[in-house]
């Protein structure tokens, strides 16, 4: 399969690009406003981004630009027929995503949000642990520094923030937990040059089930999650970019009582799904991206908003 790449950044250049490759496809043409392009490549670069989506060019797409242009190019390649993996979050808002879920509906193309996390066998083994209906508390940390005033995740207007970045992540793992319904939330956004710098937040859902998200554009990088039920206690310390080998650790009240070893590229399994899902003509399925960001537009409205310290 021939892909399309707009924006190559780091996700795209470390991560993605590779990922395409070792899944056996081929990267054809690089929508970069910098003209950049991995070592040896052969292909196509286009500074327009709007010249990368030609179906005489490719058969599926990649964006990886910045969070407010993932609507717009989403939303141009569906309605030209081109299946799309988009970077989360897929819109800034619930709207964007419905009117995205829409379009590919309209046009009957393929779109997937890129939670790559989603594909690590890690995330399968904890969800299998928490059994259906019982009780779970989701501790998510998930933390690192960036104060680069110029950078895209501090400005405003091309969606930044901590919510947005990285707080979509605590959401989405307490979908996948099996939480659907929102019932109430309540924390702070410390804000910054009108971005939340970071956002602490507990959200609790019908499910009987409660999320714990603290998450930070301003600290030291770090990341984990718990999760606690009444069958158990689990510590995932590289939850969303581990390396193909993470672990899993089985608490009991002395500490450490396993370790649980998996192994697997999220990116590249990431890849074969959507490839799998195009060529088997899936219907896409946005129903947790939408939950997703209608719970992120609740805490942007519901959470209290102080001065970052």
Known sequence: MRFGVLGYGKIARQAVVPAIEAAGHAVTVIGSARGAKPDG?????????A?????????????GLPNHLHHHYSKAALSLKIPVLCEKPLGLTASEVTDLEATAVEHHTYLQEAFMVAHHP?????????????????SVSFHYDNRDPHNIRNRPETGGGARLDIGCYALWA?????????????????????????????????????????????????????????HGC????????PSDTSEIWIMDANGIAEVVQF???????????????????????????RRIAQWSDQLQHQLTKRPQL
């Open 41 to 49: 490549y052969q292909g196509l670069v286009c500074t327009d981004y």
């Open 51 to 63: 010249d990368v989506l030609d179906r005489e060019l490719i058969d599926a797409l990649y964006i």
């Open 122 to 138: 890690q995330w399968h083994w904890i969800r299998e642990r928490v059994r259906e209906g019982a009780r779970w508390e989701l």
């Open 263 to 289: 192994q697997g590229n999220q990116y590249q399994h990431m890849i074969e799904d959507f490839c799998q899902a195009i060529d088997q003509d899936r219907p896409a399925d946005l129903s947790a991206s």
């Open 174 to 230: 307490a979908d996948w937990l099996g939480a659907r319904t929102l019932t109430e939330v309540i924390g702070l956004q410390h804000m910054e040059a009108n971005i939340d710098a970071a956002t602490t937040a507990e959200v609790q859902f019908a499910e009987c089930c409660q999320l714990l998200m603290n998450v930070s554009m301003r600290r030291a990088r770090f990341q984990q999650v718990v999760v606690q039920s009444n």
């Open 234 to 241: 689990w510590v995932l310390p590289r939850p969303f970019n």
